[in-house]
């Protein structure tokens, strides 16, 4: 298995590359699962096989144009080019994990993907009581066994990106960001962004302000879950108040909140952005996309369709998948809407800057990164 799903060219070809890689990805996207999910064999694309490849949602869903549904999508891109049954199990809370899963190996998956690091625990239990199912877990690298690989992102790098570029365009002088839970797989991306800030008041002598959170004391804003939209909105309002006019949420379903504080802001004649996480926002969020920045994305429908097209061809192995910069696992989507309002040399430094982390001449530092 190799980890590296593709390489991106560098220099100007970057955003190009990018978007091309985002539209490969979010195809089909705005179409979720239907809410009866077929029975185990009942694919219409299983002709030609008996491989069942299935998939577990943690609380967020597999509509919440974030990962959970960049990994469904993931699952039934290989149903499509590979010709697999799939099967599928939406949680609605927690206490979800455990039946979900367990309802995935009584059905006779052949590799089982489990979204999200929440799904750890139940995840190594039943790969620990289940040797003959494989399996695959997004966003969580702490289970050593012989039938679980890990899929994981030093989004880190990308959320860098995320970060100098709102240092660069905002006018006010005050960025922020916060978080669903406070868990490594959403303070990795406060903690690049908080690095590119700082590196953009560094390199350019600017004084750019990011509220909500801390780097050094790992302390910041947090929501306490993936679904409450409304305290998005209120946490939105706040900041926007309190003088920021670019926000990134990490928290799911939640950052639709996010993005009805903008709009409003917006209508009322502030000038007010987002940025999206894990998939391109502008195509995925549903609403508010012309405020859209960017995103930081994490392209895990092709690492889940490649795990799955490794296992069909019997090549499975536990070596964690690692998405970075330098082989396109992690991404800034492109400016969209808003390439107008961003600096001629912007996109150039931003190149630049990647090719640097790349070359490792930048290290992006977050205690949440891969080992």
Known sequence: ???????????????????????????????????????????????????LGCIVSDSGGFDDRSFNQSSYEGLKKAETDLGIQT??????????FGPNVDQMVQGGCNLIVTVGFLLADT??????????????IVDDNSIDLPNVKPIIYDTAQAAFLAGYAAAATSETGKVATYGGINIPTVTIFMDGFAEGVSYFNEETGGEVELLGWDKESQNGTFVGNFEDQAAGKTNTQNFINEGADIIMP??????????????????GGKDV???????????????????????????????????????????????????????????????????????????????????????????????????
């Open 1 to 51: 298995m190799k980890n590296s799903l593709r390489t991106f060219s560098r220099g100007t070809g970057l955003s190009a590359a990018v978007l091309g890689v985002s539209a490969l990805v979010l195809s089909g996207c705005g179409a979720p699962p239907a809410e009866d999910a077929p029975a185990a064999g009942g694919s219409s694309a299983a002709a030609g096989t008996d491989y």
């Open 87 to 96: 099967n599928q199990a939406e949680s609605q809370a927690e206490t979800d």
């Open 123 to 136: 995840t190594k239990e039943a790969a620990a009581a289940n040797t003959e199912t494989n399996f695959a």
């Open 250 to 267: 990490v928290a799911g379903p939640v950052g639709s909140g996010t993005l009805d504080a903008v709009i409003e802001a917006n209508a």
């Open 273 to 371: 952005k987002a940025i999206w996480v894990d998939s391109d926002g502008y195509e995925t969020a549903g609403k508010g996309e012309e405020f859209i920045l960017t995103s930081v994305m994490k392209l895990m429908g092709d690492a889940v369709e490649d795990v799955i097209s490794t296992d069909v061809d019997g090549e499975f192995d536990n070596t964690p998948y690692v998405g970075t910069l330098e082989n396109g696992g992690v991404a800034l989507a492109p400016f969209h809407d808003q390439e107008a309002n961003v600096p001629d040399d912007l996109q150039t430094t931003l190149d630049g800057l990647t090719e640097q982390i790349v070359a490792e001449e930048i290290t992006v530092d977050s205690a949440a990164s891969p080992q």
